[in-house]
T-cell receptor, first 114, second 114 residues
């Protein structure tokens, strides 16, 4: 069966520090991968998605970046965090070869920028 | 463009009450529709889905019917339990090239009291 992991589960970082959040998927090949942010009291905002290694699409301009160094690994990064980067970050995957399939979400990382 | 509008929360119900959370959508094509649930401190889980008009998705006593004529996908449950307390997200899936991006509503927080 497929599983998706995210770490760390929680993170407290000072403004201006770098960020690296990792997401890995097991039990499937060539998935589509997604990063979402959920700000406090708000819905989900798609940040990045990837359909293959090295292929990243950005949905919202910001100081975050994403990379996909391996088929089932998706990394969210920042060189300098802002206060507004605080939120709950969710990674998700979907089957890469079908339309309209649901996305499966990881447990999330709660980031607090102080 | 694609968008989802769902009922503003929070919603507070007594145990065994009837639940309706309204969701309407705007889409350029023929989307699939989903309800996701987020329990406190966790990621999102797919609750149910419908892929074409008049389909009814159901799971754990929850139901939603894909109504193309009213562009709606309202979530219902006949008798809620305390364990149903969570945030519920309505979502729409369209198919840009290579990935099935999800468009989420802002979420509706449900609290069920004994």
């Amino acid at each position: 069966s497929q599983t998706i992991h995210q770490w760390p589960a929680t993170l407290v970082q000072p403004v201006g520090s770098p960020l690296s959040l990792e997401c890995t998927v097991e039990g499937t090949s060539n998935p589509n991968l997604y990063w979402y942010r959920q700000a406090a009291g708000r819905g989900l905002q798609l940040l990045f998605y990837s359909v293959g290694i090295g292929q990243i699409s950005s949905e919202v301009p910001q100081n975050l970046s994403a990379s996909r160094p391996q088929d089932r690994q998706f990394i969210l990064s920042s060189k300098k965090l802002l206060l507004s980067d605080s939120g709950f970050y969710l990674c998700a995957w979907s089957l890469g070869d079908s339309s309209y399939n649901e996305q499966f979400f990881g447990p999330g990382t709660r980031l607090t920028v102080l | 463009g694609n968008s989802v509008t769902q009922m503003e929360g929070p919603v507070t119900l007594s145990e065994e009450a009837f639940l309706t959370i309204n969701c309407t959508y705007t889409a350029t094509g023929y989307p699939s529709l989903f309800w996701y649930v987020q329990y406190p401190g966790e990621g999102l889980q797919l609750l149910l889905k419908a892929t074409k008009a008049d389909d009814k998705g159901s799971n754990k006593g929850f139901e939603a019917t894909y109504r193309k004529e009213t562009t709606s996908f309202h979530l219902e449950k006949g008798s809620v339990q305390v364990s149903d307390s969570a945030v519920y997200f309505c979502a729409l899936s369209d198919q840009p090239a290579g990935a099935n991006n999800l468009f989420f509503g802002t979420g509706t927080r449900l609290t069920v009291i004994p």
